[in-house]
């Protein structure tokens, strides 16, 4: 069994600061060893294993208690294979045994609100970002479960990519939005373990201090090209950036960086309800 310092080197491709000799075991193993998968074998999930994950998502923390999310379990084929189509890029979620979308969900707290005689005063940026986080924690509340008995999955942005028409299909309220889709299903092969940014850029001790960016970062895209370089046909931009022979982490965040996406999310989210004042 590895050692918990052999699965930290193996996600940062670092040594840990301190002595972590002792063997890795339980959820500090699988977070740590923890990847995406997008390819599943055809066995379907049996529906209590489902239930039993849906329960454990619906048990993550949540803001007040005010439970802002709402998960859309998608089943029908047809459906499934409409979303898949306004997203082509995202084979994954139409093949895999299950297919989720996590949801923000102001529309209870606003139904509530009415039947007992309150005004709603919360329509919020604040309340846009509680239901996020809400749906988020949920999300990865189902990931840690269903990776516990051997599931794989993989967390899906593009379903904001066209935001409106995956909302038509999935007839989502006013009040609601997706925040993310999850796959998931038995996993058909290995998939990569991604290394993460060295913990020195991303844990700031009492004070935010980035003032050795580059260099960290430099070094990072060096570990990361020397362990599992990027293809030049993975480079993004291409034809506005051409090539580049050093591509690494952050020229690969930089360009995705460079140009807008989801320009519409604002004015969708407008027309569901969403005020962001």
Known sequence: MATIAELY????????????????AGTIEALLTRRSFRRYRPDPV???????????AQSAPTKSDLQQYSIMALKDEDLRQAVYELNPKTLWFAQAPVA???????????????WKGYDYANN?????MNAAVDAALAMMSFTAAAESIGLGCCCISNVRTRVQEISDLLKLPEGVYPVAGLAAGWPEGDAILSMRLPPAV???????????????????DARRNARRPMAPDRQMHKDKYGISENYGWSENAARRLSIQEREGFTPYLRGQGFALK
């Open 46 to 56: 049996p529906d209590d294993v489902l239930e039993t994950l849906l329960a454990c």
């Open 124 to 128: 919020t940026v604040d309340t846009f």
């Open 202 to 220: 991303v844990i700031h001790e009492d004070r935010y201090d980035d003032s050795d960016l580059e260099t960290a970062l430099s070094a990072y």
């Open 9 to 24: 080197e193996g996600r940062f491709g670092l040594p840990p600061e301190n002595s972590l000799d002792e063997e890795a």
């Open 100 to 114: 989720l979308v996590f949801c923000g969900d102001m529309r209870r707290g606003q139904r509530a609100a009415a």
